[in-house]
């Protein structure tokens, strides 16, 4: 798929005897938000690195733009700054640091970064490291994101925070993304369709799109009632 | 700075006092066992003397351990990279720490004889291993997922070892880094005793027979203030080094 989206088709992945995911599709277009829901243990983390290519599906298909894995930790790295960890995409890219800082430096900025440049990972709040973290996915300049759980780790206030400045993030910068969470709420503040799935083996049991218009508070009658939907499906 | 200094200070003081008073008073003969006061006359009456031996052993020394390094570290890589090298050579590197240096120290001195090489093999050969080991260990606790991200940023195998592994490692490397140095000295005296016409070690083996004791104890004691010197002129190096990474 050359326009920026992502599509499975019949896809399952197998770990020796257990069966993580079978005979899934699904299609995300281009700049489209699709949240996958499930517990634990429905193979969400296995269907995001199918579509980056981490992995291989032993049936079916799988055919994405290049997709950038935000795994669940943040990962930065202990001995750069900040800045540095963001650009970490453009060194790779073939930059001298000083190149990739200065090119990092105005997104870095927008994500509402500014001042902590040079800041080391252990300095800065759970909450800032993922915003960090979510830069450098931004900055490796490939059309899909895949966010694994990105708030997973965070406080409920935090959590909520980032998610409204993820959904301003995204406004700025359209992508397509597979965001996967356990949290029915974020799926519907966030996502414009919500998969969800069934655990072992993880099948798409419902495909729920989000009607509200952005920006969506939590407390929306849209959202609240979405959100009783998708728990429903879950059970 | 002072209250960082008098603790060893007066340690050492104590037990410079007690060592006197127990040869001063006849508690071992001084062929044996020279007083601190002898040891210390012997240190400024053969400063040349101890200055230009410190000076074959510190080259053999400096030498011995640069070359430990990079082989250590290029064997740590090597195996960290390659699993068939690291089953291949990892027991081979083991089996080469039981080799009895004191029996292989003169042969090599036949092999290769009486100047700086088989002093430089000896040091090679004690101080690659912690480095190899420590290093290895560091490259090897990288986390999985570190990698994983590396590939979806797009990294080749070489630069996720630059700009991850490597730099993950590094505090492991020095550790080992500094073990090695404060090995190496021992190292250098052995293979000196094995077979040589100068430095610490050939000095000190000249006194004993030469009834020479105290200058045998003043070489002794330049050697471990050498050793002591380079363990922390590393320790220093390794805290600018690292410094960087959390200042």
Redesign the interface.
Known sequence: MSDGGTSLQGVTRRFGDLVALEDLSFTARAGEVVAVVGASGCGKSTLLELICGLQRPDAGSVRSAPAVLMPQRDLLLPWMSALDNAALALRIGGRRPAAAREAARPLFERLGLGGFERARPAELSGGMRQRVAFARTLLSGKPVLCLDEPFGALDALTRADLQTWLAQALAAEPRTVVLVTHDVEEAAVLADRILVLTPRPGRVVADLPVPAARPRAATDDAVVALRRRALEALR | MIRRVWPPLLVLAVLLGAWEVYVDSGGVDDLVLAAPSQIATALWDDRSLLLDNLWVTAQEVGLGIVLALALGLVLAVAIDWFDVLRRALYPLMVGSQAVPLIILAPLLVYWVGFGILPKLAIIALICFFPVVVTTFDGLRAT?P??R????????TRW?SFR??EL?AALPAALSGARIAVAIAVIGAVLAESAGSTSGLGHLMLQAIPNLETPRAYAAVVVLAAFAVLLFYALGLAERRL?G???S
Do not use: F, V
Request: aromatic share 0%; charged share 30%; no cysteine.
């Open positions: 986390d997922e570190l994983k991200l590396m590939r979806t940023l797009g990294a630069q700009l991850t730099p690292l960087k990474r959390s």
